[in-house]
């Protein structure tokens, strides 16, 4: 006798639907000659350095259960790193928590910090686990949707706005996924003083995209003002900027009371970061500076070509600077997000992702990565010069 499933899965998760970034990589996957500009992983094979430190790692027989917070010698790195980076101190014996991946961090800071009936703002559009982590957590997420007149970026009042006395804590991600939105330290102060109006509320800040800024080589953070320092919760890690995500390392760094708890649910969870990785990201801090300049420059040429293809093609996008992303508008298509790339991946075989993927103010929006080669890239832009002609035409 088949057990029904139906009423044994947890509601919360049942309710949960899959990411629609994987649903239009999946699909592609399934198609022969494809490009895909789907999925936000950089093209690049990790910097030898890197590699040649995990794979000594090995040899020296570091295959076992690190320590559960990571070792010593790779959260000094990290520390190092943030402290020249972004001049701020860590105590990397209390403040410092090496994660699996920077989204193991966001969801740790969720579980730590939510109550049920807690509410957690979130700053749309953005990566698709902030909602869902805040969900499991059983929290109850309010979104603020930002705009494409103010280039992705939290407004003062939109924050303010969305207050209440059940806010426990914000979440949001600068440089942008999806948006490619960046915020410097300057558009940052107006959002620090209304926090400072709420001192109880705590920030969760996702920072992966931290050195893919084409702006500024100074990194921009709430958690530079020493005001706030105490009452942000930096994620952080190695997967984009230094392309290592197949590594799966990330970090957390923030007040030692909030990171013990982390750390406690990690411990039952995880237990510890791969040891081989732990190695690996001490070269990439203390010594990848110049890879990532590399890296960060041949992304900001990339930049320039999609921008311009974009406008080739009559779509409107507003100057994203940092990330690996456009999320230009199709609204002029009268096409849905999910049509638009539904149809230009059938006609034209070429992969991007609908912004509705990323919260609802996604809608009428579209993400494209340009971590890809520029010979793809080229050959999509000028797919998609010919799929928005065919659309004018009525063709589609």
Not at 180 to 195: C, H, N, Q, S, W
């Amino acid at each position: 006798m088949s057990i029904d499933y139906s009423n044994k899965i947890s509601d919360v998760v049942g309710n949960m639907p899959p990411s629609a970034i994987r649903k239009f990589f999946d699909l592609a996957s399934e198609m022969d000659d494809v490009i895909s500009l789907s999925i936000g992983e950089p093209d690049f094979v990790t910097p030898w350095s890197i590699r040649e430190a995990g794979i000594n790692s090995l040899k020296d027989g570091y295959t076992h259960y690190s320590p559960n917070s990571g070792y010593t010698k790779s959260k000094i790195a990290i520390c190092d790193y943030i402290k020249r980076r972004y001049d701020i101190a860590y105590d990397q014996k209390t403040e410092c928590l090496i994660t699996v991946g920077g989204s193991e961090g966001i969801d740790l800071a969720a579980r730590a910090l939510t109550n049920p009936g807690d509410e957690v703002i979130i700053v749309e559009p953005c990566f698709v686990a902030y909602k869902a982590a805040v969900t499991f957590a059983h929290g109850t997420p309010v979104v603020i949707s930002t705009k494409q007149e103010n280039d992705f970026k939290l407004m003062p009042e939109e924050l303010e706005a969305a207050i209440t006395d059940k806010t426990k804590y914000i979440i949001l991600g600068y440089p942008g996924n999806p948006t490619g939105a960046v915020m410097t330290m300057e558009d940052l102060k107006p959002i620090r003083d209304v926090l400072m109006k709420h001192p109880d509320i705590i920030v969760i800040s996702d920072e992966l995209y931290c050195e893919l800024n084409y702006i500024s080589d100074e990194p921009s953070s709430l958690a530079r003002f020493p005001e706030l320092r105490d009452r942000v919760i930096m994620i952080n890690g190695f997967s984009k900027s230094y392309a290592m995500t197949g590594f799966r390392i990330g970090y957390v760094l923030g007040p030692a009371p909030l990171v013990a708890q982390m750390t406690k649910i990690h411990q039952y969870c995880i237990m510890s970061a791969p040891s081989m990785a732990q190695f690996a990201l001490i070269e990439a801090a203390m010594n990848g500076d110049d890879e990532v300049k590399k890296m960060r420059d041949e992304y900001n040429h990339r930049r320039r070509v999609i921008l311009k293809g974009l406008k080739d093609a009559g779509l409107e996008c507003f100057e994203p600077y940092g990330a690996f992303y456009a999320f230009p508008s199709i609204k002029s298509t009268g096409l849905t997000s999910e049509e638009f790339c539904e149809k230009f991946l059938m006609s034209k075989k070429v992969a991007i992702v609908p912004g509705t993927a990323f919260g609802v103010s996604g809608t009428g929006h579209v993400r494209i990565s340009y971590a890809a080669s520029m010979e793809n890239i080229k050959t999509a832009m000028a797919r998609l010069a010919e799929f928005t002609d065919e659309i004018r035409k009525g063709k589609v």
